[in-house]
């Protein structure tokens, strides 16, 4: 069972690198099944309905979300309404939407969860510790393979989430940085563990936002509108293959695959 995941969308060019390369994987059959990190899709803050069925037309099975998942006040009813969409598990009770969700695939079913962080996060969240733990007491049987989406700042909360759910789930992949890792690894338990995937958007670029703009800010203070940068559009990812019998992970690979770069 081979899975690529994909770190976060940013604006137009990450969508358009998102469904180029989910396209070409699943047309020379080098993924099954693509899940993707979307929470910048709409111009960086958030994602719309219109947005997600778009990336959905282009290849993503299911979309995870993060701190931005409520930017977009249009979305919240799509939330509710498109199991495909997995925003954090751990925010509080009453929020819109789910924070796991099953797809079928022709390996069996694959759970997909994303957990948010709470270092150094502007995000009011629940426990993800506690959260992850009681569903999988309630619903971890129900699946062998299970992808979680640790979405948080902390380079050591999202390990320690790694050594917490370690021979639990198939796969722990953090999103958020924008910054890729280079620590992709399989446990001797079986689950996958990659820091951040990294950014799917933009590269030349402060974590996707025109460079001008952060710099005037980080000397000024001052408010800055921070616009999509254009140019040396990648994708970042992982490259999952996963036992459908036993849910353990196999292997995982670092993506980088380059849509545009500007010549020098």
């Known amino acids: ?20 390369v989910a396209t070409r994987y699943k047309t020379e059959g080098r993924a ?5 990190n979307a929470e910048n899709s709409a111009a960086g803050r958030g994602i719309t309905s219109t947005l997600a069925e778009e990336l959905f ?10 701190d931005h998942v409520w930017d977009q006040k249009e979305s919240m009813a799509y939330f509710d309404r498109e199991p495909r969409m997995v925003r954090a598990l751990n925010l509080p009770p009453g929020c819109p939407g789910k924070g796991a969700t099953t797809i079928q695939t022709k390996a069996g ?11 150094f996060m502007n995000a009011t969240a629940d426990c993800p510790f506690r959260a992850v733990d009681e569903w999988l007491k309630k619903n971890g049987s129900q699946s062998k393979m299970i992808l979680v989406d640790m979405h948080a700042e902390a380079t050591s909360e999202k390990v320690a989430m790694g050594k917490f759910l370690d021979g639990r789930v198939s796969a722990v992949l953090g999103t958020h940085t924008h910054i890729q890792t280079a620590d992709e690894a399989i446990s001797d338990k079986g689950t996958a563990y990659m820091t951040d995937l990294g ?15 952060i710099v005037a800010r980080f000397l000024t203070g001052m408010p800055t509108k921070f ?14 293959t996963l036992d459908p019998a036993t849910g353990k992970a196999l292997k995982i690979k670092r993506i980088e695959e380059i849509l545009f770069k500007p010549a020098k």
């Open 1 to 20: 069972m081979k899975i690529l995941m994909v770190g976060d969308i940013v604006g137009g060019p990450g969508r358009m690198a998102m469904a180029r």
């Open 32 to 36: 099954d099944v693509v899940v993707a």
């Open 57 to 66: 037309a282009g290849g993503a099975d299911a979309l995870t979300m993060g």
């Open 109 to 119: 079913p694959l759970a997909i969860l994303q957990l948010m962080g709470r270092t």
């Open 199 to 213: 950014m799917t958007g933009p590269c030349d670029s402060v974590i996707g936002r025109t460079t001008d703009a």
């Open 227 to 240: 616009e999509i940068a254009s140019g040396d559009v990648r994708l970042h990812g992982a490259l999952l």
